[in-house]
């Protein structure tokens, strides 16, 4: 820090300077972000909320009154009527929250203490560090045919130590929605928590039902599912940091709160003490900005546009991996190497992500992606292959 004041003027053109390093994602040159820019509505109500803190509840009652309404709109959506949870900054700390919920509920009514937790190859890798944190062994699933959770082989790796069962709604790398009713019911017959990561998926999925695409069942209507995770800054459009994390049972966030003596609240159950406020407050105004009509045409809109994308790739010949079910369209060349097509795409200036499983480009079809930019993609991929 320097001994005198910089005249704001020149701070802000010095910042202005630095954040021409930053990609925009209004470019549409962005395609591997399950992020995007946030509605101008949502942003203008995230100032006047700037000083709010949901850690001290107490202090700030029209705020924590907000996040209430939020969590219980957000249950709704995912057809659960009491809904437990809060905004937090994002789905690896929702995805956290939900397995310590699973770890202490099973240490407390099971007395199991070196838990495990099941989770699919294709699980984001936030449930590592969930593991690595909470002390936890990772037993992973294997995937069938289809890169969905083969049921049978989850059935395999169930044993005494199992705490937790995690399925995706909407898988980071392919947007895919593993069987879920039929974990849900294994889950259920076995007594062990199950919770499902919709990070991606539970902000487009009850929209898309609602349109008629026909898409399987992953809420709270299955008797089986313990919490979701789902976050707002994702297809809600709500600013960052805005990840929701939703429980059945108010005493899953029981199992975890701690006391909290110098503060208006008696406990404390999530992971972040100081909680910004701003986030919850604008998810609060874009749902009801948009609601459900509107939740619908842009959910639509963008599953016309992965739509486009795979029919152009098809009638280019790449392969794509799989038909999708969600806005996210995975594919490779023919001939060149995963990474190195990678490259020859950034030389053309798009940010594209590489998966995992399997290797292939990963493209994203989120709000600012425009079909202009899918046809200037297209033409790049034409000059390519």
């Not at 898409?215 to 599912?225: A, N, Q, T, W, Y």
């Not at 029981?254 to 159950?269: F, R």
């Not at 038909?323 to 369209?329: A, G, H, Q, R, T």
Request: include cysteine.
């Amino acid at each position: 820090m320097q001994d005198k004041p910089i005249a704001k003027d020149e701070i802000l053109k010095e910042l202005e300077d630095i954040h021409k390093l930053d990609y925009d994602y209004a470019d549409g040159r962005i395609l591997g972000s399950m992020c995007t820019e946030a509605h101008p509505f949502a942003k203008e109500v995230y100032c006047k909320f700037l000083d709010t803190n949901l850690g001290d509840p107490g202090l700030f009652k029209g705020t924590k009154f907000i996040e209430n309404e939020v969590i219980k709109s957000i249950g709704e959506l995912l057809s659960l009527d009491n809904a437990y949870g809060n905004i937090v900054t994002g789905g690896t700390e929702a995805n956290i929250m939900a397995i310590r919920a699973a770890r202490n509920h099973a240490r407390k009514y099971k007395g199991i203490t070196d838990g495990e937790i099941i989770i699919p190859e294709s699980a984001h890798f936030s449930f590592k560090k969930a593991a690595d944190m909470l002390n936890l062994k990772i037993v992973e699933a294997k995937l069938d045919e289809n890169y969905k959770i083969d049921v049978d082989a989850l059935k395999n790796v169930i044993s005494d130590k199992t705490i937790a069962i995690v399925a995706i709604a909407g898988t980071t790398e392919l947007g895919l929605i593993d069987p879920i009713k039929e974990i849900s019911e294994i889950a259920f017959e076995n007594n062990i928590y199950f919770h499902v990561d919709a990070a991606f998926g539970g902000f487009s999925i009850p929209f898309l039902k609602k349109l008629g695409y026909d898409l399987p069942v992953f809420d709270f209507s299955l008797p089986g599912v313990c919490s979701i995770t789902v976050d707002p800054h994702k297809m809600g459009l709500a600013p960052i940091p805005a990840g929701g994390i939703i429980f059945r049972k108010e005493e899953y966030l029981d199992v975890m709160a701690v006391d909290s003596p110098y503060l208006t609240v008696k406990t404390q159950s999530t992971i972040v003490g100081t909680r910004l406020g701003a986030s919850t407050v604008a998810t609060y105004a874009i749902m009801k900005y948009f609601g459900k009509q509107g939740y619908c045409r842009i959910a639509d809109e963008l599953m016309n546009n992965t739509k486009y994308l795979y029919d152009g790739l098809n009638e280019i010949g790449y392969d794509v991996v799989c038909e999708p079910e969600l806005n996210i369209v995975a594919f490779n060349h023919p001939d060149l190497d995963t990474n190195d097509f990678a490259q020859k795409l950034e030389e053309k200036d798009w940010k594209v992500s590489v998966a995992k499983c399997p290797i292939a480009i990963r493209i994203v079809l989120m709000n600012h992606i425009k079909k202009s930019h899918l046809k200037e993609l297209l033409e790049d991929l034409k000059e390519i292959y």
